[in-house]
């Protein structure tokens, strides 16, 4: 799992990104290489595919895996129509696809694919292009839901209700700077969290590895609570993981509820 050089493991070669096939691709002067990023996407999606094949039998009597399925939809469902409406309804793919797969991502980052030589796991959601594109979308479709519906009395919204005439020019940019911010910080929470949490995992590891090549006392003193602890922060992970997926769309459904319910 660790990229080991000189004896040293360095905690952020799990983020760097590599051709899968070992050479660059260069069209045009652009790269398009196959890149650990791109296979693990598809290998993202293809997770997701087949969870969804299997709970989509519709039988009278479902099974575990159709149950888990339709919990998901539900569970997805029930978050719009509390937080947008009747209206939050016709959101639920979108946001359903959004929040399956950066759960899915997220866990098959964590799995330990790394025991098998020559894999090694990588957690798309771990880089910034990724997660800002999955917010850039987002955001995209509150403003196109926003326009759509309420045209120009869309930017009412930067104008809280019963705000006083002479405040209304220093309200309005504080709000429209707020919202313009929003796609930034959805991207970003979502890329610290889990490039934090892999970093600190790294580094318990190296603890780990030193400690076992050192042997005698410091297997007990070094090697032994850092791996107690890694197990921890793995379980935690896990949590964190499904979280971050949750509040991504949950913060989601939010913005499209002021789209959809301008006040």
Known sequence: MAAAEGGKIDPMHQFLI????????????????FTNSALWMVVTLASLWLFMLGGMKRELVPGRWQ?????????VSSMLTSNVGPEGKRFVPYVFSLFMFILFANILGLLPFGIVPGVHPFTVTSHLTVTGVLAIISFSIVLIVGFGRHGFHFFSLF??????????????????MSFLVRPFSLGLRLFVAMTAGHILLKVLAAFVVNGLNLG??????????????????TLLELLVAAIQAYVFALLTSVYLNDAVNLH
């Open 159 to 176: 104008v809280p209700h019963g705000t006083p005439p002479l405040m209304i020019p220093l309200i309005f940019v504080v709000e429209l």
């Open 216 to 233: 005698g006392g410091y297997i007990a003193i070094v090697t032994l609570p850092s791996f107690l602890l890694m197990i921890g922060i």
């Open 67 to 75: 149950a888990a399925v339709e919990g998901f939809t539900g569970f």
């Open 18 to 33: 590599e051709p899968v096939l070992g050479r660059h691709w260069i069209v045009g002067g652009y790269d398009l290489s």
